[in-house]
C-alpha cells in the first residue's frame, strides 16, 4: 500500500467482513462460494463500467483515463476488460473486426482495451485481466466433467456469474490492488453481456455499498437544428441498466461540446445521480487529455468519498502525459512514412503501432503524418510507381497473417531496402525482408515462406518445430514475452544499450538457419537471437541507413513513458532522412536511442 503516510488510505474506514458469515456449504443452500482463498471483502474496491446508448463511445479511454488518475492519487490500481464473445481470447478474431489483437506479456491474446490500459497505467497485465464469455464457459464446463460442482444443476446464475466474480477476485487478491476498474464491453441491452452485469450487480449485493460502485459512459447527441444537447438517450439507457438491478454512481457524458448546467440538471434528475455525478467528457485533441479532465471534475474524490477511501496523496500529474500535452502546444517540422498493410481501411488494427509512432514522436519532437498502402494490391507484379512514396520518409512493414498482399509487401521492403529508405518490419515483416533479400540479393529465386507456399524447395521461413504438430489455432503460436540476446556493436545494440532484452511475440513461424550463412555473406546480419542461439529474432542491414526487422512486436511494449527504442530511432533515421532527401542519399544515422525519460 502506498499512502505518502505508510497507510493504504482505508484505515479510518477498514470494515472488511468475516467471509464465513457469507458462505454456507450445505447441499441445499443457493449460497455458492465463489472466493478465492484468503480473500478479504474491502481490501480491494470495484469499479465497474457500462456503456450506454451506442458502442465506441470511448469506455476503454474512460476507464484507462480512471485508472491512470487513480494511481496517480497514489492507489494501487489494475483494470479488468469483459468481453462477450465466445472466443477464448481474441487470438482467433480477424483484427479487421475486431481491431488490433493485443498479446500481453503472459501471452494471452486480448482486446486492444488491453493496450491502451498498459499504456495508461504503465504496467504490465496478465491473463486476470481480460475476461470473455468463451473463457468463463470453458472454465465451467472443465468444472462440470470433473463433477466439481457437486450434483447442482450448473445454471448462468449462480455459476457464469460466481465464475465470473471469481476471476475479478482473483486479479484483486493477486495484488492486492486498492481499486480495480472493471469495463464491461459492449452496450447495455446487449444479450452477450448480460451475465457480466449481473455479476457485477451480485458483487454490489456480496462486497457492500462501500466498497463497489458503477460508472455508465453514455453519448449525449448535439442536436444541430434545436442547438442542444440531448439527454433522452442517456435516460434510456440508464433505464435499461436499472432494470438489470444497477442504479450508476456517475454518469460519463461523451458529447461534441461541454455539458451545459441545464443538461447536467436534467440528467441528475432523470437518472438519479447528483449533478456533481454527472461528468462532462467531450470530445478532446489527445486522449492524454482525459486524466485531467476527470481531476478537474473531482472524479477521484467521489469516487473516495463513495468507497470510504482517503485520498493517499495529492494527485501526482503524470510527466510523461504533461510532456505530450506541451508537446501538442507546438508547430513541429513534419516526416512522412508510410504503412504497408492489408487492413489500412480499419487504423484499429495497427492501433500499437500508431501509439509507438506517437511516443517516440514526441520525444523527437517532430509531426508524423502516417500514410497507408494496402498491399494486396500490388501482389499482381503492378510496378510501384515512384510517386506514391515521394515525400516518404520511412516505411514500416508491420504483422499479418496468410497469403493476401504478402507479395505487395515483399516489393515494398525491396523498394526500402534498394531506396536506402528507413525502414522496420515487424514479425512477417522480418520474415518478409528475409524473403525479399534472399531472392534479390542471394540470388535465392525461389526463396519462400511456407505459409505462402508450403512445398517451396528453397524455404527460408518455415514453421517452428513445435508448430509442426499442432491442429488447433487458438492459443498455439509462440507468444508473449521472451528474452532477447542483442549482438553488440549491431544497430539493435545501439538503439537498445542491453545485452539482453524482453519483447513480445505472436508467430508460428521462424527464420530457417540452414539459409543463415548464405544471407550474412550477403550483408543482412542477425542482431538479436533468442539466449540459446537457436532462433534468429532481429535482423539489419549495416550498410543501409536504417533497416531493421524484429520477429517480435516491439509496437507492444511502447509507453508514453518510455518509447520503445527500435522505433524511436526509426523515426529519428527517418528525420535523417528527410532532411537529406532534399540533397543527397542519406549517410549512416547516429542512434541516440535508449535512454529513458
Ligand atoms: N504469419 C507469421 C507467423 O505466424 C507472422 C505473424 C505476425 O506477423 N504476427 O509467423
Not at 504490465?124 to 465451467?140: C, E, F, M, P
Not at 454527472?278 to 482525459?290: G, K, L, N
Not at 486524466?291 to 495529492?314: C, E, F, G, S
Not at 499442432?470 to 542491453?498: N, P, S
Amino acid at each position: 500500500m502506498n499512502g505518502q503516510d505508510g497507510t493504504n488510505g482505508m484505515d479510518e474506514w477498514d470494515d472488511e467482513v468475516d467471509l464465513n458469515e457469507h458462505r454456507s456449504k450445505t447441499d441445499d443452500s443457493e449460497a455458492i462460494d465463489f472466493f478465492p482463498p484468503n480473500y478479504r471483502i474491502g481490501r480491494t474496491k470495484y469499479m465497474f463500467v457500462t456503456g450506454g446508448v451506442m458502442s465506441g463511445v470511448g469506455k476503454g479511454v474512460f476507464s484507462a483515463s480512471l485508472g491512470h488518475l487513480l494511481k496517480h492519487y497514489g492507489f494501487t490500481v489494475s483494470q479488468i476488460k469483459m468481453d462477450g464473445y465466445l472466443n477464448q481470447d481474441a487470438g482467433t478474431i480477424n483484427p479487421y473486426r475486431h481491431g488490433e489483437v493485443f498479446v500481453l506479456n503472459d501471452g494471452t491474446e486480448c482486446d486492444m482495451d488491453l493496450g491502451t490500459y498498459e499504456r495508461f497505467l504503465d504496467d504490465d497485465l496478465n491473463q486476470y485481466n481480460y475476461i470473455t464469455s468463451g473463457k468463463v464457459y470453458r472454465i465451467i464446463l472443465d468444472k462440470e466433467r470433473r463433477g466439481e460442482y457437486l450434483g447442482r444443476d450448473v445454471q448462468v446464475v449462480p455459476h457464469v456469474t460466481g465464475e465470473i466474480k471469481y476471476l475479478i477476485r482473483t486479479k484483486a487478491h493477486e495484488g492486492p490492488y486498492d481499486i480495480i476498474v472493471v469495463e464491461i464491453g459492449g452496450t447495455v441491452g446487449d444479450i452477450e453481456n448480460i451475465h457480466f452485469i449481473e455479476a457485477a450487480r451480485e458483487m454490489l449485493y456480496d462486497e457492500g455499498r462501500d466498497h463497489v460502485m458503477f460508472a455508465h459512459v453514455t453519448q449525449v447527441p448535439y442536436n444541430k437544428s434545436a442547438g442542444e444537447l440531448k439527454s433522452k438517450p442517456t435516460q434510456h439507457s440508464v433505464k435499461a441498466l436499472l432494470q438489470l438491478g444497477v442504479q450508476p454512481d456517475i454518469i460519463v457524458c461523451r458529447s461534441t461540446i461541454p455539458l451545459n448546467t441545464k443538461i447536467r440538471q436534467k440528467i441528475s434528475l432523470y437518472c438519479n445521480v447528483s449533478e456533481k455525478h454527472v461528468i462532462s467528457s467531450p470530445d478532446t485533441d489527445s486522449i492524454y487529455r482525459v486524466p485531467t479532465l476527470l481531476d478537474q471534475q473531482h472524479t477521484a474524490q467521489i469516487l473516495a468519498a463513495n468507497l470510504k477511501l482517503n485520498l493517499p496523496q495529492r494527485f501526482n500529474r503524470s510527466r510523461a502525459f504533461d510532456i505530450y500535452l506541451n508537446y501538442l502546444s507546438r508547430s513541429h517540422k513534419t516526416v512522412r512514412i508510410v504503412i504497408t498493410g492489408k487492413y489500412t481501411d480499419l487504423h484499429d488494427s495497427y492501433v500499437s503501432i500508431l501509439n509507438a509512432l506517437d511516443h517516440s514522436k514526441v520525444k523527437l519532437d517532430v509531426n508524423l503524418e502516417t500514410e497507408w498502402i494496402d498491399t494486396s494490391e500490388y501482389s499482381d507484379g503492378r510496378p510501384i510507381k515512384d510517386n506514391i512514396l515521394d515525400g516518404i520518409s520511412g516505411i514500416i512493414a508491420p504483422g499479418g497473417f496468410g497469403e493476401r498482399g504478402a507479395e505487395g509487401k515483399i516489393r515494398f521492403i525491396q523498394y526500402a531496402r534498394e531506396h536506402r529508405i528507413p525502414f522496420l518490419g515487424l514479425c512477417y515483416g522480418f520474415q518478409l525482408a528475409v524473403v525479399e533479400f534472399a531472392r534479390n540479393v542471394c540470388g535465392l529465386k525461389n526463396a519462400a515462406h511456407t505459409e505462402f507456399d508450403e512445398h517451396s524447395d528453397m524455404p527460408v521461413i518455415y514453421l517452428l518445430p513445435e508448430q509442426r504438430k499442432l491442429a488447433e489455432m487458438g492459443g498455439t503460436m509462440r507468444l508473449g514475452g521472451h528474452e532477447v540476446k542483442i549482438i553488440r556493436d549491431t544497430l539493435a545494440y545501439k538503439c537498445y544499450q542491453a545485452e539482453q532484452v524482453t519483447e513480445r511475440f505472436r508467430h508460428r513461424y521462424e527464420f530457417n538457419n540452414d539459409y543463415k550463412d548464405a544471407i550474412e555473406k550477403q550483408g543482412m546480419i542477425f542482431s538479436g537471437m533468442t539466449p540459446d542461439e537457436e532462433i534468429m529474432q532481429i535482423l539489419e542491414i549495416p550498410e543501409h541507413p536504417y533497416f531493421i526487422g524484429t520477429q517480435f512486436h516491439p509496437e507492444l511494449t511502447s509507453r508514453p513513458y518510455h518509447p520503445q527504442p527500435l522505433f524511436q530511432a526509426f523515426l529519428q533515421a527517418a528525420c535523417a532522412y528527410a532532411e537529406d532527401a532534399k540533397t543527397d542519399v542519406p549517410d549512416q544515422v547516429t542512434v541516440q536511442a535508449g535512454q529513458e525519460e
